[in-house]
């Protein structure tokens, strides 16, 4: 699959998605969300593929933003179909079946954040700067910021993240949990491929139910994710997985789960 502005890789069962604009810090314009979505489309699938890490090209960025030549010229209902678009390409990520872990190298600011909230998780360089400055240009975050923000961080934090506009160092977002894991920039690349190298580790299908069962469980009561969580439970319970891994631990062993 052929792409202009980001580079798809597949190597030992992990697809890596590279936004490769780096004369712009790596801005998402239209045509680089349309990539995004068809990179996330192949990347789900494709079987090979157990686990997923988003990155930017360069020292800079990972994203810096959404690409303000682009917003500037808009109306209000193309602005609104924009948001709705780029929403839209983030729930593909969000609803992938897979882990994915979105690398922050650099700057993570407006579109850019948001593209890694919508990931399973985050890790980041120590340098790296965060927030979501769109109060500043006059409108507020578009793609599932204001939503996913306050559900990973908070209402709290979600709030002055937004309203103010601020940018954060990565060690004030790994302090409110935006941010999973810090590792100094020589080695985010090293300490990221560790943290995916545990996730494939683990039963495909267990992780595959884990994920399913959080997200779902976001949108409702806690008594109601628990009767969701208990089927889950259940179901988890008939697989060749949950055989080899409570063989494994029995016999005291490595599992080697078929993902079935």
Known sequence: MAFENILLAVEGGVATVTVHRPKVLNALNQQTLTELAQAFDAVKADDSVRALIITGSGEKAFVAGADINELAKMQAMEAKAKAFFGQQVFARLERLGKPSVAMINGFALGGGLELALACTLRTAATTAKLGLPEVSLGIIPGYGGTQRLARIAGPGVAREWVLTGDMFSAEAAHRVGIVNRLFEPAALAAGTQELVGKLLSRSPVAVGLALETIARGLNMSQQEGEVIESDM????????????????????????????
Request: no cysteine; charged share 30%; proline share 7%.
């Open 233 to 260: 439970f259940g179901l988890a319970s008939t697989t060749q997985d949950m055989r080899e891994g409570m063989a494994a631990f029995l016999e005291k062993r490595k599992p080697q789960f078929p993902g079935k």
